[in-house]
């Protein structure tokens, strides 16, 4: 017998599965890729079947790794793409059209009216967020506005909307609970910070009826039991909910204010927590839940960068630079420096803390000796630069200084890209062992739960450090680098 935990990471690009033991090690690990569908420019849109069939896949690949029985398991952790939305049948549980993404821009119009119509400040001092496509709320009101008859069913309470974990756990239970825990619900747009539950105002002027949410929860409950699912026992408690980069977050024990954390995946993203202390951001940040856990809610400051991995998969797929992702730090090493190329990889509009949907993508700087290893670099380059602009709004928000970042996610497996942004940053950087800690995250939400791990302090000892990169520029090489990426921002936002 070998007691486990089981971590459902459903990412944008495909799901990944993790079996965790006693001690935290990983048992086994499965994943499974999944298609973007690109209906038009600047809309991003996702299967729900081929979602839900990435995650089977990605189950069946962890065992077939662990060689271990599934009976064991004795809690599942999920932890999903957040902002991503979908709305099904509550009798079917099909869903009534394909999943928004995150990345979508196509509601950047109806956020602008809402600006116009002064509702900026409401939303900004309820829910912590920006008035921007990015999150679900505007999202979840294009699909009842575009699909025939939705609304009206929607009213007569036959709909349900939900984040990607709501999907999951419903679909893993048989439809038994349509739940979210506060960390998804606070990315809505719907979500009251200080009242911890959806506010009814919002709802209406985002067009959304009350009647589709779902309840919220903690992050770390038992909420059902796993129901009918391909190659698993029925009774499995599903025990831990938290959104991507909330899961990180906790997976790198930054379990205490001032803590922070990076996540290099599709996106960049940097969080600090805050404590029980709801932070507004003067500085293009926003405010979020972190969790919510054994009664109190943790928050935290967030800076999004929608593109940091996924300029790696451009230069792969949209310019055929290189056949894998992993060949560009050799390539981008093998010159010393990206000679004057800046590329600002605005390719699904620009995060924080600039909030701006209309700008693009720029390459600058180019010249006859320009070859694939500078755009490489400056592709590189590119995303260390924009963590470092989130960075620094964050220390303003903070007044004072991130001691050090923990990082995690595939991109930071990347040393170059890694000893970058140290420079950028001017901090040093700490990298655990195993890179995948939102995963992670979930699966110690999950245990704690289920009485796995007996408190925080065995969670942390589960975490280990395997490497920290420490700043190595001067003052004045860093100064030239960061007015080189501001003129490049310059443009890109000027580029429509």
């Not at 196509?106 to 809402?114: I, V």
């Not at 349509?178 to 911890?196: E, G, K, M, P, Q």
């Not at 903690?218 to 899961?247: F, M, N």
């Not at 939400?445 to 791990?453: D, P, Q, R, S, W």
Request: hydrophobic letters at 40%; a negative charge.
């Amino acid at each position: 017998m070998t007691r486990h935990l089981m971590a459902i990471d459903q990412g944008t690009t495909g799901s990944t599965v993790l079996l965790v033991g006693e001690d935290g090690s990983v048992l086994g690990k499965g994943s499974k890729d999944f298609p973007q569908h690109f209906p038009q420019p600047g809309w991003v849109e996702h299967e729900a079947s081929e979602i839900m069939s990435s995650v089977l896949v990605a189950i069946r690949g962890a065992y077939d790794a662990a060689c271990i029985s599934p009976s064991d398991c004795v809690g599942i952790g999920i932890t999903n793409q957040r902002e991503t939305t979908l709305i099904w049948d509550r009798k079917s549980g099909t869903p009534i059209h394909r999943a928004i993404v995150w990345q979508d821009r196509r509601t950047a119009e109806r956020c602008r009216e809402l600006k116009k119509q002064g509702l900026e400040t409401l939303f900004k001092e309820r829910t912590g967020l920006v008035l921007d496509p990015y999150f679900s709320g505007t999202k979840a009101a294009w699909i009842l506005d575009h699909v025939d008859g939705a609304r009206t069913r929607a009213e007569r309470g036959e709909l349900a909307f939900g984040t990607i974990d709501s999907f999951l756990v419903w679909k893993l239970s048989a439809g038994s609970v349509h739940i979210t825990d506060t960390s998804n619900a606070s990315r809505t747009l719907l979500f009251d910070l200080n009242t911890r539950a959806f506010d009814k105002t919002l709802a209406d002027h985002l067009g959304v009826p009350m009647s589709v949410l779902p309840e919220v929860r903690s992050s770390s409950e038992k909420y059902a039991l796993t129901k009918g699912v391909p190659g698993l026992p029925d009774g499995i408690p599903i025990a831990g909910i938290a959104g991507d980069q909330q899961a990180a977050l906790f997976g790198q024990t930054c379990f205490e204010p001032g803590s922070a954390k990076c996540t290099y995946g599709t996106g960049a993203f940097l969080l600090v927590n805050t404590g029980t202390r709801i932070v507004p951001s003067k500085n293009g940040l926003v405010t979020t839940v972190a969790w919510t856990l054994n009664g109190e809610t943790q928050y935290a400051l967030e800076g999004s960068s929608f593109i940091a991995g996924a300029a790696v998969q451009w230069l792969r797929d949209g310019l055929g630079l290189f056949a894998k992702s992993g060949e560009v730090e050799a390539l981008a090493a093998s010159v010393e420096s990206s000679e004057g190329v800046v590329f600002v990889p605005a390719l699904a509009g620009l995060g924080a803390p600039y909030w701006d949907p209309d700008a693009r993508g720029v390459i600058a700087g180019l010249t006859r000796g320009t070859t694939r290893a500078h755009l490489a670099r400056a592709t590189l380059e590119g995303i260390a630069f924009s963590v470092a602009d989130l960075g620094r709004a964050m220390e303003a928000d903070m007044e004072g200084r991130i001691a050090r970042l923990r990082v995690d996610g595939g991109a930071s497996e990347n040393g170059l890209l890694m000893q970058f942004q140290s420079d950028m940053l001017d901090v040093a950087i700490d990298r655990p062992t195993n890179v995948e800690t939102t995963a992670l995250g979930a699966a110690y939400l999950a245990g704690l739960a289920v009485g796995f791990f007996d408190g925080m302090d065995a969670v942390k000892k589960a975490h280990r450090i395997a490497r920290t990169f420490m700043p190595a520029m001067t003052g004045d090489a860093r100064a030239a680098h960061l007015h080189r990426w501001e003129e490049g921002i310059r443009r890109a936002r000027s580029n429509v």
